[in-house]
């Protein structure tokens, strides 16, 4: 499991079979390293140990959203996907691995003492994960437009928006005379 804000390998587990067991194990494992806020968002395929009735139980006792990917969608899990491609990679493929219990320490290995800690990620501007600041220490967002009624992005006749959103897609209030609150000129309170 990854936690997209960093992004950090937080929960896996290892096992000779694919039951929910194997992913309940990595769903405990993230929430004990991460302790995420109730209503964190977990997001997996569409395999049967992640849509089991045992899984969603254990997801709702610790606080855990559950969001399953489309059908034929394969964009929706890219994250995951390029990391079992870069372990595969970097790990797995490059010799034979006689028993279970070697893999399972060399990947303890990568995945504790290389990829989370010191393996660079081009998406963090070259750094690793674990020098970013977690998600508390890091800077709110820059206010959405559908926040201020009187931005002038929020007048704009485009038919290109975000989903499930009034924001149009790569705006943001640019500077604090962007959004306007009220008559005049006075910045918003939020920009």
């Given at each position: 499991?990854?936690?997209l804000?960093?992004?950090?390998?937080?929960?896996w587990?290892?096992?000779d079979?694919?039951?929910?067991?194997?992913?309940?194990?990595?769903?405990?494992?993230?929430?004990?390293?991460?302790?995420?806020?109730?209503?964190?968002?977990?997001?997996?395929?569409?395999g049967?140990?992640?849509?089991?009735?045992?899984?969603?139980?254990?997801?709702?006792?610790?606080?855990?959203?559950?969001?399953?990917?489309r059908?034929?969608?394969?964009?929706?899990?890219?994250?995951?996907?390029?990391?079992?491609?870069?372990?595969?990679?970097?790990?797995?493929?490059?010799?034979?691995w006689?028993?279970?219990?070697?893999?399972r320490?060399?990947?303890?290995?990568?995945?504790?003492?290389?990829?989370?800690?010191?393996?660079?990620?081009?998406?963090?501007?070259?750094?690793?994960?674990?020098?970013?600041?977690?998600?508390?220490?890091?800077?709110?967002?820059?206010?959405?437009?559908?926040?201020?009624?009187?931005?002038?992005a929020?007048?704009?006749?485009s038919?290109?928006?975000?989903?499930?959103?009034?924001?149009?897609?790569g705006s943001?209030?640019?500077?604090?005379?962007?959004?306007?609150?009220?008559?005049?000129?006075?910045?918003?309170?939020?920009?």
């Open positions: 499991m990854i936690d804000a960093s992004p950090r390998v937080v929960g587990a290892f096992a079979h694919m039951r929910t067991d194997l992913v309940t194990d990595a769903l405990r494992m993230a929430c004990t390293q991460r302790r995420p806020a109730a209503g964190v968002i977990f997001h997996s395929g569409r049967c140990q992640y849509t089991s009735g045992d899984y969603a139980a254990l997801a709702a006792d610790l606080g855990v959203r559950l969001s399953v990917g059908k034929g969608e394969c964009w929706d899990n890219a994250v995951s996907e390029s990391w079992f491609a870069t372990i595969k990679t970097e790990l797995i493929d490059t010799r034979p006689p028993t279970r219990p070697g893999l320490r060399a990947a303890f290995d990568y995945i504790e003492g290389w990829y989370n800690t010191r393996r660079l990620h081009s998406a963090l501007g070259y750094r690793s994960p674990a020098t970013t600041k977690p998600p508390s220490a890091r800077r709110p967002p820059p206010p959405r437009h559908d926040q201020h009624t009187n931005c002038p929020n007048r704009v006749n038919t290109k928006y975000v989903p499930n959103s009034r924001m149009l897609e943001a209030c640019r500077t604090r005379g962007d959004c306007l609150s009220g008559a005049g000129s006075t910045p918003g309170p939020a920009c």
